[in-house]
């Protein structure tokens, strides 16, 4: 075995830069070293310290006698308010059937409104922070119709806010259209956690909602906006890509309107490239527009 002591400082630097390097923490001394006695001595010794420097009993003044006293009336604690409940769950069918009734009982927009506020049957109001409606001019005759609402959209209690709603104004404003000037709306009234897609009850629960909007504002042409509000109106499962730029008729109630689709505008935040596609259904829509005398600039 060799000792430190027979080596020169340069082999021992070495030597310990070479055990570093191998991950050694700990040297160990040359001569074995019991802890344990080492620590029951440092115990003796406090145990022997400690009377010298605790106080005299003696002098340790008497506690003072408390006597306890019943809280007067005004001081007992209130009880706790009881916690706000979700509604409760109201089966699909049943819920389809309360939405219709209160759909088809307004005679206005404004009396929609109301209705859908007070609806408590789909299950994506309790979590939702505000329920989105229809706004804008419902007698112009153009309708914008989008999926459902985003963060901002909630954020903001309107349709097309945020980032989205810039890029779709300035949409608009590339046809000469104003959000002020037309009906904006969407599909679903309230967000869906997550942004998720909705489920098939929860679409068909707000169905009777959107279609009464388009009922009572009876636009004479529609543009729907991303894959969900396609798929919705023209019944088929393909993508944005396969519905977009083609006119089609949808049937709501007794009117037969002319629609089209178009993609969303966060397709085009998400993808730019899309952008000429958009811009080519806008040329369409505007086309139509004109024909219909519903835009003549």
Known sequence: MISANDLSPAELAAL?????????????????????????????ARRAAAPATQPHPERQPAPERQIPTRPA?????????????????????EAVQQARFAAESARSLAELKTALEAFNGCNLKNSARSTIFASGDPASGIMVIGPAPGADDE????????????????????IGLDRSAILLTQIIPWRPPGNRTPSAAETEICRPFIE?????AEPRAILLLGNYTARFFFGENDTIHGLRGRWKEIAVADQIIPAIASLHPQDLLTAP?????????????????KELSLLTN
């Open 16 to 44: 310990l830069h070479f055990h570093a390097e191998a991950g050694v923490d700990w040297l160990l001394e040359e001569e074995p070293v019991d802890r344990f006695a080492e620590f029951e001595i440092m115990k003796a």
């Open 73 to 93: 009336p005004q001081q007992r604690a209130a009880a706790p308010a009881p916690a706000s409940r979700p509604q409760p769950a109201i089966p699909d069918g």
């Open 155 to 174: 954020r903001e209690g309107t349709a097309f806010a945020g980032r989205q709603g810039q890029l779709l104004d300035r949409m608009l404003a590339s």
């Open 212 to 216: 009464r909007q388009i009922a009572l």
């Open 273 to 289: 490239v899309n952008k000429r596609l958009a811009w080519s259904d806008l040329l369409a829509f505007q086309a139509r527009l």
